[in-house]
């Protein structure tokens, strides 16, 4: 009896290696992309570090607070564009999310073509059985003695 053998074996653990690729490839983005939300939370925090230090010293002078609003100024355009890395970095991980469906898909499909040969392959070697065993009831020559 012939072993079960899927031609599209190779094609099918390519399939699951470039899913796995794509997996990765989201992970880094979505990391990239929470990389940028501590960086933001991170200056902004500074920012306000700043404002409360000044504050607090109670004796100020305009001097100070127009370089604390020089400050704030150039924190919110730091802040801009991060948010717009943000958006980019989440527009990339939307793409690579379709990206990794499809590569999903695919890998399913031969999955499921694997799956349904097995079940061909298993019922025609079940035929093949049968029709090789002898009737019921009746013993082989050999066993006549």
Do not use: I
């Not at 899927?6 to 094609?11: I, K, W």
């Amino acid at each position: 009896m012939k072993a079960f053998r899927f031609r599209l074996d190779r094609v099918l653990d390519w399939r699951r290696t470039e899913m796995e690729m794509e997996e990765t490839r989201l992970k880094q983005l979505r990391t990239a992309a929470a990389e940028l939300d501590r960086e933001k939370a991170l200056v902004e925090s500074t920012r306000d570090e700043a404002g409360r230090a000044v504050l607090a010293r109670g004796n100020v002078d305009g001097s100070e607070l127009q370089l604390l609003s020089s400050y704030n100024t150039a924190v919110k355009l730091v802040c801009a564009r991060l948010d717009e890395k943000r958006r980019a970095a989440e527009k990339a991980a939307q793409a690579q999310q379709q990206k990794l469906l499809e590569a999903r898909r695919r890998l399913r499909l031969l999955e499921n073509l694997k799956d349904r040969r097995l079940a061909e392959w298993k019922y025609e070697t079940e035929r093949q059985m049968e029709a090789d065993a002898p009737p019921a009831g009746k013993r082989p020559l050999s066993c006549l003695s």
